[in-house]
């Protein structure tokens, strides 16, 4: 299966400063203030705090450790913080297994024994041989720093690529492992992001994506555009690394690459940032020194390429299916007029197939949770996954003759369990299944359904410890997200736990934007419609109080990246319904977001301020300029890392600074800056624990938790 989906200011500067003021019992640093206005159609807007988008220079770091210098001291001494980072640290600490995937006729997975830093990879030769380690990527860094990333396998099973991430950046570097004698080669390659490897069938090297190396000391600030799609063979240096694809006059395109199972194409999905719009362009690769050709470049939809035999291809699309359908298209014939339907579109939206044992494997979204289906070549109906409830099911990944495959499944109360499915007898059986320290049966997950501000119905999963009185007095969590087609499903959290254990309640509703009902609900939250998701969010707060799981001086919400734009964006326009917000590694400038990193790529969902229309509305929820004075926010505390090159830092920052000058009250208004870490992928456990016992403590205390001993 493939998809990769990574996405003129007039400026008048004067010469001096200000100091912004000392607000509420909190001891803020302070924040110095440039009086930078930028003209955005006519439309004058103070950024005041510019400067703290260096994130090299002195004053910027200095700043960072005089608002961690009151943060940290204030959330440590919260009552019951210790309490529960103990009671974390006691939950995490279980061995827990990621998916098995077998590839080049080796199995791998993954395994931590509970509180390493990182998980890491093992190998068996089959199934009845002992695992052995592979790569420990603990063993890379003192402090757990440096995480693992994607790998792949040639395919004749002698190496594995792998890529390393350090201090959560999105820069990975990719290296060549020995399977057999664990070995890496001199191979080293670098200023690679938003990339796979393809082998090819030769196993001789593989395909991936690069971009010009950055300026010294704009790392992790600068624009990444201009990606080359390049050809590495193994035991070469970079240097001769063979350029097979780029466009420099297309800067904003970037390149996922798949070699076809039967070795004979490349195939190229075109991105343009998350635009779920993709073109497929292919290589043959019989032909030596054959040109890249179009084969779907419409842009007029989503194309994921599941197999093919020969020249007809097996493809995935919401080409006038909003719930996705599967699809054969000839190499030869593109035209939609000759594709034959296999897998009409269904109630259900169809979040992906892949080929095992000769035949399809679907994977439905209903409701948002999980159903699993198999279907003929011809695209008949065979038989559906008996699963154990209402969750989440990833993997089924593997050749297309495998007849074998292994998946894992998850929900609220269900820690993620690998499962092994037999095609010949039609069975699943439980493969690796962890040990937590609680009793799945005293926790209850229910979903309801709401009416948001238009009308529209919206599902919401709910979940906590039996014996719950609806009385409004219950401390409660709400988490939400809402962008770029994501669909957020039952899964297992140890915080989540942990908070439920405590007593809370923590709630998850799919409101629009993500991808739970298709392409339609997605388009439903972006650009000018972006208001529907704040309103489905308020709407679920809304719903709960009236319900009586919760009250609004009992009520939190949290969200990270969108989803920290969704928390702040909520606190700012309904802060009457939440006594704590946090937005976390949050998207929180929406008039120069687009200026950094990768920001760029997200304008298919918020559209940009150098648009009039788009200014119009981005300007009118941004939540760095609609912070107001005499307003009592939610007690807030927004969190982000020094190594975020995904969401920068600026954006929490900013959003600090703004909101320490003009709120009054008493509310705590701290941001929690990480070092060493990014936006979330590869942070080590013992951050981890650290980061949720600040989180737990703080909305604990202003949701009115009172917890002084270990919960049971």
């Known amino acids: 299966m493939m998809k990769f989906l990574p996405i003129l200011l007039l400026l008048v500067v004067f010469n001096f400063a200000c100091q912004s003021p000392q607000m509420s019992s909190f001891n803020y640093p302070e924040t110095r203030k440039d009086s930078v206005v930028d003209n955005y159609h006519g439309t004058m807007v103070a950024d005041p705090y510019r400067w703290l988008e ?25 009552p019951g913080r210790e309490v529960i980072k103990s009671r974390l640290t006691e939950l995490w600490n279980y061995p827990r297994y990621g998916n098995t995937i077998k590839s080049g006729g080796k199995y791998f997975y993954s395994y931590n024994t509970g509180l390493q830093n990182q998980a890491v990879l093992y190998v068996q030769d089959n199934l009845d041989a002992e695992a052995r380690v592979l790569i420990d990527p603990n063993t890379l860094s003192t402090d757990g720093t440096v995480a693992l990333g994607g790998w792949s396998v040639s395919k004749d099973g002698k190496y594995i690529q792998y890529a390393i991430s350090r201090s959560g950046s ?58 080359q799609l390049m050809y590495h063979v193994v035991g070469t240096p970079q240097t001769k690394d063979q350029l097979v694809y780029e466009r420099p006059d297309r800067p904003d395109w970037g390149f996922g690459s798949m070699v076809t199972e039967d070795g004979n194409y490349l195939m190229i999905n075109v991105w343009e ?12 690769l019989r032909k030596p020194g054959s040109a890249v050709l179009p084969f779907l470049d419409a842009f007029d939809a989503s194309y994921d390429i599941v197999g093919n035999d020969g020249t007809l291809f097996y493809v995935r699309t ?57 279907y003929t070549l011809e695209g008949g109906r065979r038989s559906e996954l008996e699963l154990t409830g209402i969750g989440t099911v990833t993997g089924f990944s593997g050749e297309r003759y495998d007849e074998e495959t292994f998946y894992t499944f998850t929900s609220f109360n269900y820690p993620s369990t690998v499962f092994r499915y037999d095609f010949k007898t039609e069975k699943s059986v439980e493969y690796r299944k ?13 979903q309801q359904f709401y009416q948001s501000k238009d009308g529209t119905q919206i599902p919401m999963f709910i979940a ?33 736990l942990a908070w439920m ?33 704040f309103d ?40 009457d319904l939440f006594a704590a917000a946090v937005p976390a590694v949050g998207v929180l400038d929406m008039l120069r977001y687009h200026t950094f990193t990768i920001g760029w790529a997200w304008a298919s969902d918020y559209g940009l301020s150098d648009d009039p229309e788009g200014f119009k509305y981005l300007y009118a929820y941004s939540p760095l300029h609609n912070v107001k004075s005499d307003v009592e926010y939610p007690a807030t505390l927004i969190t982000t890392a020094d190594h975020d090159d995904r969401v920068v830092p600026a954006h929490s920052f900013k959003f600090a600074a703004t909101l320490q000058e003009k709120y009054h009250g008493n509310r705590p208004m701290i941001i929690r800056i990480e070092s060493n870490a990014g936006h979330g992928a590869g942070k080590p456990t013992s951050k981890i624990i650290d980061e949720y016992s600040d989180v737990l403590a703080f909305i604990a205390h202003h949701t009115g938790l009172k917890l002084t001993t270990a919960p049971k």
Do not use: C
């Open 54 to 78: 260096d994130d090299n220079s002195e004053e910027t770091k200095a700043w960072v450790k005089q608002q961690n210098a009151v943060s940290y001291p204030y959330l440590a001494s919260l």
């Open 170 to 227: 999105d820069w990975t570097e990719f290296y060549i492992r020995d399977i057999e004698t664990g070995k890496d080669l001199k191979d080293s390659l670098r200023f690679i992001k938003f990339s796979n490897a393809a082998w090819t069938n030769d196993s001789k090297g593989f395909f991936y994506q690069r971009y010009p190396e950055p300026l010294p000391g704009q790392e992790l600030s600068a624009q990444n555009k201009n990606p």
């Open 273 to 284: 940032g998350t635009d779920q719009r993709v073109r497929i362009h292919y290589k043959d």
């Open 318 to 374: 919401n080409k006038d299916a909003p719930k996705y359908k599967l699809v054969a298209i000839d190499l030869n014939k593109p035209e939609p007029s000759s594709w034959r339907t296999l897998i009409d579109q269904a109630e259900e939206t169809l979040e992906g197939v892949t080929m095992l044992n000769n035949q399809f494997v679907a994977f439905y979204l209903k409701n948002a949770y999980s159903a699993v289906r198999f």
């Open 434 to 446: 962890p040990e937590v320290k609680f009793n799945p049966s005293e926790y209850v997950v229910e």
């Open 464 to 496: 906590y410890k039996q014996g719950l009185k609806k009385d409004g007095k219950n401390p409660t969590y709400l988490y939400g997200y809402g962008g770029f087609n994501v669909s957020m499903t039952p899964s297992f959290s140890v915080s989540n």
């Open 501 to 533: 254990d405590m007593g809370g309640v923590f709630v998850l509703p799919n409101i629009r934007g993500g991808g739970e009902y298709g392409e339609q609900w997605h388009l439903a939250g972006t650009k000018e419609r972006k208001q529907n998701v």
């Open 536 to 575: 489905d969010f308020i709407a679920a707060a809304e719903f709960l109080i009236e319900k009586g799981y919760t009250s609004s001086q009992h009520l939190s919400i949290g969200g990270g990246s969108n989803g920290g734009l969704l928390v702040a964006a909520t606190m700012l326009q309904r802060p």
